[in-house]
């Protein structure tokens, strides 16, 4: 099993709709990052959160540690919104990443 | 400073030969780490250093591969003997020291060895 796991795999949806990306983590972390990566794989930070939620225009992460969950959402998602989203997560104690093996979102205009 | 940059952003080579990558970190980052990424699949970790110190290895990290920062600045990743199971997204990210470690990643080297 994987220390980190992502939900759905792969999503298309409607230009408009409400996204929810899941990500599950069976391990001890300091932090959580989101990450978006377009074709080409160049990789871009979204979110670092330790607790709580962020907010960051039409994007939303949360995370609830004692139940070891995070949650990207999006909101009047747009076709530019199409990529991967990748949720890693920072290891207690070695500060080094471990990744999901993202979800493939795609938007329909 | 505009962020990490990596060079090559592409490599082909032949099976056998060997390849360098080089990653430049945003300059004031004192942690740089590389990670490899194959088709389809998340990032994995290969190493990081902290300054010029190389402070872990994976075990992904055969004995084909060495990366180096001499000088704690640009660090340089070298893969001998390439085989083809090499071929992947070589990913380089940089962060500062301390916490909260914050990384931030450049466009990535994608080899292809035929």
């Known amino acids: 099993k994987n220390e980190v796991e992502q939900s759905p795999q792969n999503l298309t949806a409607q230009e408009g709709e409400f996204i929810t990306i899941n990500c599950s983590y069976s391990?001890?972390?300091?932090?959580l990052h989101w990450l978006q990566q377009h074709p080409g794989g160049g990789i871009v930070s979204l979110f670092m959160?330790?607790?709580g939620k962020k907010k960051h225009g039409r994007l939303i992460a949360t995370i609830n540690i004692q139940e070891k969950h995070s949650s990207l959402h999006i909101t009047a998602s747009h076709p530019r919104d199409s990529a991967v989203y990748i949720c890693?997560?920072?290891?207690?104690?070695?500060?080094?990443?471990?990744f999901g093996t993202g979800t493939r979102l795609t938007i329909i205009p | 400073d505009t962020g990490v940059s990596q060079n090559p952003r592409h490599k082909i080579t032949k099976r056998g030969q060997n390849v360098t990558f080089r990653c430049d970190p945003i300059?004031?980052?004192?942690?740089l780490y590389w990670y490899r990424q194959t088709l389809g699949q998340g990032p994995e970790f290969l190493t990081y250093?902290?300054?010029?110190?190389?402070?872990?290895k994976s075990r992904l990290l055969s004995d084909r591969f060495s990366a180096e920062r001499p000088k704690g600045s640009f660090s340089t990743l070298e893969i001998q003997r390439t085989e083809q199971g090499d071929s992947a997204m070589y990913l380089c990210?940089?962060?500062?020291?301390?916490?909260?470690?914050?990384?931030?990643f450049g466009p990535g080297t994608r080899l292809t060895v035929t």
């Open positions: 300059s004031e980052h004192n942690r």
């Open positions: 990210a940089s962060s500062l020291d301390p916490p909260p470690y914050e990384q931030y």
């Open positions: 391990v001890g972390i300091s932090a």
């Open positions: 959160l330790s607790s």
């Open positions: 890693a997560v920072l290891n207690f104690g070695n500060e080094k990443l471990t």
């Open positions: 250093f902290q300054n010029e110190a190389q402070l872990e």
